[in-house]
């Protein structure tokens, strides 16, 4: 058994955890929207057609910034088609995934059900194919009372009140050379530095993310978002990070220390905000949106990327196992370390396409990423602390020495809610929580997930191989909580202590 000590101290603080690391993502590829979210000839579907044993998973799961319409689909993306009478709205080929877009679920039909589900609407505007003007008639038509153009066409549709939505995305990934209208980063950088100053024009108030490097294996990478921020410095509040990692070598060990690698990405990132904020002499140093993350290797090959001209075909179809939640558990785990710079995530993506829930005409299942999800964003509330993992460590071949304890830490008044991945194979671990300044008096709740066979998956057949429960395996004595955690685990618990 490994024996580790968390060591954390009440005044040696990191920031307060932003809700919004507990976003989502939700785009017009595959069977997201059509056959996932929405799905009128469905048993479960409420007055607009959305699915509501799909919402009440969401609402488990309780997500904060929801990211739409996408993705690489907004690049090719014009939202007057997706509002008006449905009939009138046109069948278009969207070239970003191949498939046939109906566009029957457009902006205010997503704004309805981010009302249902309490969501923060974060919009993606299209700076591939799309202009300037675009995209601010667009935020006229969400934000603006009434009495122009563009407000009063929404008037016209049938919803007399703004949305109000306050977060915008300026494009998607234009450092990719997949991405439709992809240009050098000047280019772009020019393009969202226009776009943005004429947003705000229309509203003052909104919040902007400017498309960072989308990944680290791009020859652009960091030097992407150098350029764009020193033409954009000044008009965006966010830069967006992305990171898909996957066990491409089918070595678990290997697989679950990837988070040095989710660390390092997110500190390098920050360090060109940080860089161009003294260098530039901005008047604020630029945080971090991780609007796209997850696992996600399987399905991406040619197959599961093309939908062939087909409506709502099954693309990036991922099935989830224990290994990859606990790998979810640890990119959390990071965002919650870095709340001095992360201040939006979001989990690309929530129905279907590489997603914790999954469904099958009208059954639906939850993958084993659902559990960590949950389990953390219902402690989420609070102020990051910094942590100090005293205990064993193992040398990964990728991603350097890791140590077995992956962590973070959160208080809120006097609750304390500690997160921990056991990243041992095969040893069971015991974990004392030592706070230099205060002491654990008592365990209010706690959850766990665990397994023998890290390729443990949910299916139809056996929905619940791999679940979260409660966990009461804990001592608590001289003000140390003492918890015992078995191999290959996942677990999340909130303590009362006394300072």
Same mark, same amino acid.
């Given at each position: 058994?490994?024996?580790?000590?968390?060591? #954390?101290?009440?005044?040696?603080?990191?920031?307060?955890?932003?809700?919004?690391?507990?976003? %989502?993502? #939700?785009?017009?590829?595959?069977?997201?929207?059509?056959?996932?979210?929405?799905?009128?000839?469905?048993? $479960?579907?409420?007055? #607009? %057609?959305?699915?509501?044993?799909?919402?009440?998973?969401?609402?488990?799961?309780?997500?904060?910034?929801?990211?739409?319409?996408?993705?690489?689909?907004?690049?090719?993306?014009?939202?007057?088609?997706?509002?008006?009478?449905?009939?009138?709205?046109?069948?278009?080929?969207?070239?970003?995934?191949?498939?046939?877009?109906?566009?029957?679920?457009?902006?205010?039909?997503?704004?309805?059900?981010?009302?249902?589900?309490?969501?923060?609407?974060?919009?993606?505007?299209?700076?591939?194919?799309?202009?300037?003007?675009?995209?601010?008639?667009?935020?006229?038509?969400?934000? *603006?009372?009434?009495?122009?153009?563009?407000?009063?066409?929404?008037?016209?549709?049938?919803?007399?009140?703004?949305?109000?939505?306050?977060?915008?995305?300026?494009?998607?990934?234009?450092?990719?050379?997949?991405?439709?209208? $992809?240009?050098?980063?000047?280019?772009?950088?020019?393009?969202?530095?226009?776009?943005?100053?004429?947003?705000?024009?229309?509203?003052?108030?909104?919040?902007?993310?400017?498309?960072?490097?989308?990944?680290?294996?791009? &020859?652009?990478?960091?030097?992407?978002?150098?350029?764009?921020?020193?033409?954009?410095?000044?008009?965006?509040?966010?830069?967006?990070?992305?990171?898909?990692?996957?066990? $491409?070598?089918?070595?678990?060990?290997?697989?679950?220390?990837?988070?040095?690698?989710?660390?390092?990405?997110?500190?390098?990132?920050?360090?060109? +905000?940080?860089?161009?904020?003294?260098?530039?002499?901005?008047?604020?140093?630029?945080?971090?949106?991780?609007?796209?993350?997850?696992?996600?290797?399987?399905?991406?090959?040619?197959?599961?990327?093309?939908?062939? %001209?087909?409506?709502?075909?099954?693309?990036?179809?991922?099935?989830?196992?224990?290994?990859?939640?606990?790998?979810?558990?640890?990119?959390?785990?990071?965002?919650?370390?870095?709340?001095?710079?992360?201040?939006?995530?979001?989990?690309?993506?929530?129905?279907?396409?590489?997603?914790?829930?999954?469904?099958?005409?009208?059954?639906?299942?939850?993958?084993?990423?659902?559990?960590?999800?949950?389990?953390? !964003?219902?402690?989420?509330?609070?102020? !990051?602390?910094?942590?100090?993992?005293?205990?064993?460590?193992?040398?990964?071949?990728?991603?350097?020495?890791? !140590?077995?304890?992956?962590?973070?830490?959160?208080?809120?008044?006097?609750?304390?809610?500690?997160?921990?991945?056991?990243?041992?194979?095969?040893?069971?671990?015991?974990?004392?929580?030592? *706070?230099?300044?205060?002491?654990?008096?008592?365990?209010?709740?706690?959850?766990? #997930?665990?397994?023998?066979?890290?390729?443990?998956?949910?299916?139809?057949?056996? &929905?619940?191989?791999?679940?979260? +429960?409660?966990?009461?395996?804990?001592?608590?004595?001289?003000?140390?909580?003492?918890?015992?955690?078995?191999?290959? +685990?996942?677990?999340?618990?909130?303590?009362?202590?006394?300072?």
């Amino acid at each position: 058994m490994h024996k580790t000590t968390l060591h #954390l101290h009440t005044a040696f603080t990191v920031d307060r955890v932003d809700p919004r690391i507990f976003g %989502g993502f #939700l785009e017009h590829m595959g069977r997201a929207v059509n056959d996932g979210v929405y799905r009128p000839q469905s048993a $479960h579907a409420d007055d #607009l %057609g959305f699915r509501k044993d799909v919402q009440a998973a969401l609402k488990r799961l309780d997500f904060t910034a929801m990211r739409y319409p996408g993705g690489n689909f907004v690049s090719g993306y014009h939202w007057l088609d997706g509002v008006g009478p449905r009939e009138n709205r046109p069948k278009v080929r969207d070239l970003a995934w191949q498939s046939i877009e109906t566009n029957e679920v457009g902006t205010n039909e997503f704004m309805q059900l981010s009302n249902r589900m309490g969501w923060t609407p974060m919009m993606a505007v299209n700076l591939g194919t799309g202009t300037p003007e675009e995209a601010r008639n667009w935020l006229e038509y969400t934000n *603006i009372e009434g009495g122009s153009k563009w407000a009063d066409l929404r008037r016209e549709h049938g919803f007399e009140k703004p949305w109000d939505i306050k977060l915008w995305c300026l494009g998607n990934e234009m450092d990719g050379h997949w991405q439709i209208g $992809h240009v050098p980063a000047e280019n772009y950088a020019i393009s969202a530095q226009q776009t943005a100053r004429m947003m705000r024009m229309c509203d003052p108030d909104i919040e902007l993310v400017v498309c960072g490097s989308c990944t680290t294996g791009l &020859p652009t990478y960091l030097e992407w978002d150098r350029k764009v921020l020193e033409h954009c410095r000044d008009e965006v509040d966010y830069l967006s990070l992305h990171r898909y990692v996957g066990n $491409h070598n089918d070595d678990t060990v290997d697989y679950l220390a990837v988070g040095n690698s989710i660390d390092d990405q997110i500190e390098a990132t920050d360090a060109v +905000c940080h860089s161009v904020w003294k260098t530039k002499k901005t008047r604020k140093k630029v945080k971090l949106s991780f609007d796209e993350w997850n696992v996600w290797y399987r399905a991406n090959k040619a197959e599961h990327v093309d939908g062939k %001209g087909k409506f709502a075909p099954p693309l990036l179809e991922e099935v989830y196992n224990l290994e990859d939640a606990l790998v979810a558990a640890g990119f959390l785990n990071s965002f919650i370390r870095h709340a001095d710079s992360v201040k939006i995530a979001n989990l690309a993506q929530i129905v279907n396409v590489i997603a914790p829930i999954f469904t099958r005409g009208d059954e639906m299942i939850l993958q084993t990423i659902f559990y960590p999800i949950e389990m953390m !964003s219902k402690r989420r509330e609070g102020i !990051s602390l910094q942590v100090q993992v005293e205990g064993p460590s193992y040398t990964s071949a990728s991603y350097g020495e890791v !140590s077995f304890l992956d962590t973070s830490a959160i208080l809120n008044g006097d609750r304390l809610s500690v997160f921990f991945v056991n990243r041992d194979l095969e040893k069971p671990m015991e974990v004392q929580v030592k *706070i230099g300044d205060a002491s654990v008096t008592e365990l209010v709740d706690a959850e766990f #997930l665990a397994g023998t066979d890290p390729k443990a998956h949910n299916t139809f057949d056996a &929905p619940h191989r791999v679940y979260s +429960c409660v966990h009461e395996d804990v001592t608590i004595s001289n003000g140390v909580a003492t918890i015992s955690l078995p191999p290959m +685990c996942v677990y999340a618990g909130t303590f009362k202590i006394e300072r």
